[in-house]
């Protein structure tokens, strides 16, 4: 990105089963459209699978980068330092730092959350670790020239940090990232957008920084799906459009084949001008596509941005 290459991120969807061909295909399939992987840390508030582990199993078939999403809600500052120096030794240097949903909004609502520490200072805490390979006053050995050595590791986190593009008080949302820019972001990526005008002002605000921005979308085939994300998407707002739209598809078409026509049409015709003016005004770097159940939109919208 700092090299002005435009990058597609694509995203693992999580199930509750636990065979791994499940994301095998899934990797597979991505790393033909995308430059980067994320891996999302227990989304929603879910139970799932450790995004370690996860990574472990496609990285055979997804050589490229993957990014781990890192959250502060299931771990105190203990168990945070555990995952890092995880991620480290296995090799995972891309990490999205985030606070985390709170566990209200998933299949666990009694959970306590832990936000022992908010995604500031686990920014300040990977920061540190890329200085002085340290956690609270512990070091930790580094192999130095394996690690120079060896193509897919360098010695340092690469590191993410969310903005809410969609802030209801921008002054806010940009005085809490100017405090993670001044320890040191490598890469911003936003929440999902569904139109250009709710977001380049802040996207205009965040280019004095010389940050690398990945925005993304949410591309849906399914109406049902649609209404119950609009009610959990945490401060945004899922537009009338987009869901009148995808419901007249639904209620209208007369068999499936004709329906994934009109959704994909539908999907393509509406964020591809969004994305495309967002880069030709240079205010975005990349885009990651949020899709459930939906991969094959990818490569079409890739096709028609790129066109």
Known sequence: MKRGEFIYEGEIEYSTSLDPQIYLKQAIFLKSH?????????????????????????????????????S????????LSSRLITAYTLGFRNLLLITGDHPSLGTVPESKPVFDLDSTQLLQLCREFNHTHSFFGTSFDINHEKSLNNPINQLNFILGTVVNVHASIPEIEMARFQRKAELGVDFIQ??????????????????KYDI????????????????KIARFLPGLEFPKEILNEYKKISQNCQNSAERSKKFDTFNI??????????????????LYFA??????????IIQKIDG
């Open 72 to 79: 502060c809600r299931d771990y105190n500052r203990i168990g």
């Open 190 to 207: 936003t929440q999902v957008i569904f139109n250009s005008e709710a977001v380049v002002l802040m996207l205009k605000n965040l280019q």
């Open 291 to 300: 899709t459930i159940s939906y991969p094959r939109i990818i490569p079409q």
């Open 34 to 70: 995308t430059s980067a992987l994320s891996i999302p840390d227990n989304p929603g508030s879910n139970i799932f699978l450790s995004n370690i582990a996860l990574a472990q199993i496609i990285r055979p078939v997804y050589n490229k980068d993957i990014i781990l999403n890192i």
């Open 212 to 227: 690398p921005i990945i925005t993304g979308i949410v591309p849906l085939d399914n109406y049902a799906l649609a209404k």
């Open 269 to 286: 015709d509406y964020y591809s001008p969004i994305i495309r003016e967002l880069r030709r005004k240079g205010l975005i770097h990349g």
